[in-house]
């Protein structure tokens, strides 16, 4: 049976990352929100769930996962989940709860560059926060790209340089190249000054993407661009 992925079809986000496993592992899933609505699918599909009175434990919002009868939202949640069924984490609960401990940590600073572009309210749009926006982006720059990349380095380093659990690929490594993706797009300036600093980053980065698999998908329609309405954001004057 196939995985069903619930995530907003316009946008990377959030889903990304569960598709960047998905797509590592082989694994048959369906991303129900883009599909055509002909099938059951789409975003009308999506939201029948999350509006759905008679579910006891409902998801607050996407990304969540479907695997049968078992719902799960919450990206390191989902991966938490997919992780031992991929064969994407370590068998012993060390791994585990390391790798979910990571993946916590770049939930971290992926809510940190949401913040960037709005730092005041949600509700308000970008062009609504410009001169909040500025200050917070710079203090971003300056304080926690250097903060957040020197622990990832740190414990690439101590795990023998190649990977951040373990000795093979797990699905931290995969949402660690995601963010670093996203980095580069929305702080290219920034991104690529701090990746001289911290090479093993910008090595696991390379590596990722060359993977068969990744490749695959990066260079399909099946990737969802970058966009001005995600989570990475392109504005030329945050990234000064």
């Given at each position: 049976?196939a995985?069903?992925?619930?995530?907003?079809?316009?946008l990377?986000?959030?889903?990304?990352?569960?598709?960047?496993?998905?797509?590592?592992?082989?694994?048959?899933?369906?991303?129900?929100?883009?599909g055509?609505g002909?099938d059951?699918?789409?975003?009308?599909?999506?939201m029948r769930?999350?509006?759905?009175?008679?579910?006891?434990?409902?998801p607050?919002?996407?990304?969540?996962?479907?695997?049968?009868?078992?719902?799960?939202?919450?990206?390191?949640?989902?991966?938490?989940?997919?992780?031992?069924?991929?064969?994407?984490?370590?068998?012993t609960?060390a791994d585990?709860?390391w790798?979910?401990?990571?993946?916590l940590?770049?939930?971290d600073?992926?809510?940190e560059?949401?913040?960037?572009h709005?730092p005041?309210?949600?509700?308000?749009?970008?062009?609504?926060?410009?001169p909040?926006?500025?200050?917070?982006a710079?203090?971003?720059?300056?304080?926690?790209?250097?903060?957040f990349f020197g622990?990832?380095?740190?414990i690439?380093g101590?795990?023998?340089?190649?990977?951040?659990?373990?000795?093979?690929?797990?699905?931290a490594?995969?949402?660690?190249?995601?963010?670093?993706?996203?980095?580069?797009y929305a702080?290219?300036?920034?991104?690529?000054?701090?990746?001289?600093?911290h090479?093993?980053?910008?090595?696991?980065?390379?590596?990722i993407r060359e993977?068969?698999?990744?490749?695959?998908y990066l260079?399909?329609?099946?990737?969802?661009?970058?966009?001005?309405?995600?989570?990475?954001r392109?504005?030329?004057?945050l990234?000064?």
């Amino acid at each position: 049976m196939a995985y069903e992925l619930h995530y907003w079809p316009m946008l990377q986000g959030r889903g990304e990352f569960v598709r960047l496993a998905l797509e590592e592992a082989g694994a048959p899933y369906i991303d129900v929100a883009r599909g055509k609505g002909d099938d059951g699918s789409g975003l009308e599909a999506m939201m029948r769930i999350l509006e759905d009175s008679s579910l006891c434990r409902p998801p607050f919002a996407p990304p969540f996962l479907k695997d049968g009868a078992v719902v799960v939202a919450q990206t390191a949640a989902i991966l938490l989940y997919l992780g031992p069924r991929l064969g994407l984490i370590g068998t012993t609960e060390a791994d585990r709860i390391w790798a979910h401990q990571i993946q916590l940590t770049i939930a971290d600073m992926v809510t940190e560059v949401h913040d960037t572009h709005h730092p005041v309210a949600v509700s308000l749009t970008y062009e609504e926060q410009k001169p909040e926006s500025a200050r917070r982006a710079a203090d971003f720059r300056a304080h926690r790209i250097p903060k957040f990349f020197g622990w990832f380095e740190r414990i690439i380093g101590r795990n023998g340089g190649h990977h951040l659990v373990g000795r093979t690929v797990t699905y931290a490594d995969l949402s660690l190249f995601q963010l670093l993706d996203g980095l580069l797009y929305a702080f290219p300036n920034a991104t690529h000054a701090a990746l001289k600093d911290h090479p093993r980053l910008e090595a696991l980065h390379l590596a990722i993407r060359e993977r068969p698999r990744i490749f695959a998908y990066l260079v399909s329609e099946r990737r969802i661009p970058f966009n001005e309405q995600g989570i990475f954001r392109r504005y030329p004057e945050l990234d000064a």
